[in-house]
């Protein structure tokens, strides 16, 4: 997760507050994706951004995964994401994002 990306996360954490910040990512690699949870959950473990050794815990999910993809307009979210779904590793990337949900989110 680049560095405007761990600023703007965190700005709109501490206007909105944690627990009404949910984050959606969409990296296209599980080890990618893990990182980017982690970053907004944990802290940047990087050490290099904004968000480093700042434990902000906000719930963050793939826009993969069913509890998302089931709130998108089937269409949009067809046009959106279908043909990345397609090739991505779709269960190594949920599963990556889920565990570190289930470790670090405070607010899910």
């Known amino acids: 997760m ?3 990306i761990q600023q703007r996360v965190k700005d ?4 909105f507050g944690a627990e009404n910040v949910v984050v959606i990512i969409g990296g296209a690699e599980a080890e990618a994706s893990g990182l980017s949870a982690e ?3 944990a802290g940047d473990p990087t050490y290099a951004g904004p968000l480093a050794g700042i434990d902000l815990g906000l719930a963050v999910f793939h826009i993969v995964e069913p509890e998302v993809k089931d709130e998108c307009d089937a269409g949009i979210y067809d046009e959106q994401c279908g043909m990345m779904e397609m090739v991505l590793e779709v269960d190594e ?3 990556e994002v889920k565990s570190i949900r ?3 989110s405070k607010f899910i």
């Open 39 to 41: 970053t907004v959950t």
């Open 93 to 95: 990337i949920i599963g």
């Open 2 to 4: 680049d560095l405007e």
């Open 12 to 15: 709109l954490t501490e206007k």
């Open 102 to 104: 289930e470790e670090f």
